[in-house]
């Protein structure tokens, strides 16, 4: 089994089942993250794993942890495995700070409807699609059943973050942003839009889940914005979607994968980490059994038993 779809032990506290990661309860107190093979698009998880994606973005966010441990600390203790990272349990703060430098996704999609305020930001009229703005803006939104825009006032008056919380998370999430943007712009990729969550660690801001990854990021490749900024395509996930799109039958979208496209999702996404981290993917050649390898690693680390 070369993929990891699923993984599950009576041996750990399950503590949340996401589209993607699952969270257990460590037997030191900590939280440890299981990054699956997973792929969800139009909010629907597909049932095909796509090969070495749970790995490539455990990878990514841990090379991108460690990269900007100089702006701000973060929750990672370790990498038990390539799919799983042990990390410090941190009260999650409920707003996701995303950040733009582009118009495009769904700003552009109200843009075009007339929207010219987002999240408290205005925009000026005119702008074209993918149009590049003369700096990043912050669009915050709230982390519920359905997240939504919110301005940095609302925030505070409806009592999710204080003032001065909100103005630590906006400052660091551009200080990330463009650190990230720097770095991939010198390997040729467009660091669109991200997304980024905080916690509070003994009263102290860290930043938690993931960084700069195909599924929290938006990416682009220099050379084809260059070409033509309205046709650029987003790395990585993009091509599924527009495969689901290409292939919608009845108002329904396929729920699995074919094995050419499952196999071509695979090589952009071990082509990404490539790409970023300037080295192959460690387990990228690897066919052999990732959910007992993942097994044979926590029970090597302590955290799980022989059964």
Do not use: C
Not at 78 to 102: C, F, G, H, Q
Not at 238 to 247: F, G, H, S
Request: zero cysteines.
């Amino acid at each position: 089994m070369n993929t990891l779809n699923h993984f599950d032990t009576p041996q750990l506290e399950l503590l949340h089942r996401g589209k993607v990661r699952d969270s257990y309860r460590a037997p030191s107190g900590e939280r440890l993250i299981v990054v699956t093979d997973r792929l969800s698009a139009f909010d629907s998880v597909l049932e095909t794993p796509v090969a070495h994606k749970g790995a490539v973005l455990n990878g990514l966010a841990a090379f991108w942890f460690d990269k900007t441990r100089h702006i701000i600390p973060n929750h990672v203790i370790s990498l038990l495995d390539p799919n799983v990272t042990l990390a410090k349990e941190a009260e999650p703060i409920r707003v996701e700070m995303v950040v733009r430098n582009y118009l495009t996704g769904s700003m552009l999609r109200g843009y075009q409807q007339g929207q010219r305020t987002f999240s408290g930001v205005t925009v000026p009229d005119g702008l074209t699609k993918h149009q590049k703005f003369p700096e990043p803006i912050v669009t915050p939104t709230t982390k519920e059943e359905s997240d939504r825009e919110i301005t940095p006032e609302n925030l505070v008056s409806e009592g999710w973050v204080s003032a001065e919380l909100y103005e630590k998370m906006r400052v660091k999430s551009l200080e990330l942003f463009n650190f990230a943007s720097q770095w991939m712009a010198e390997r040729g990729i467009i660091l669109v839009d991200t997304k980024y969550e905080f916690g509070l660690l003994d009263g102290e801001l860290i930043l938690i889940d993931e960084i700069h990854t195909p599924d929290s990021s938006r990416f682009w490749s220099a050379e084809d914005y260059a070409k033509n900024p309205e046709t650029a395509e987003q790395m990585d996930k993009e091509y599924v979607r527009q495969w689901l799109i290409a292939n919608k039958k009845d108002g329904q979208y396929p729920r699995a994968l074919t094995p050419e496209v499952s196999a071509e999702a695979t090589r952009r996404y071990l082509d990404i980490y490539e790409r970023i981290t300037g080295t192959p993917l460690p387990t990228g050649n690897s066919s052999g059994d990732v959910h007992a390898r993942l097994v044979d690693n926590l029970v090597r680390a302590g955290i799980m038993k022989n059964d």
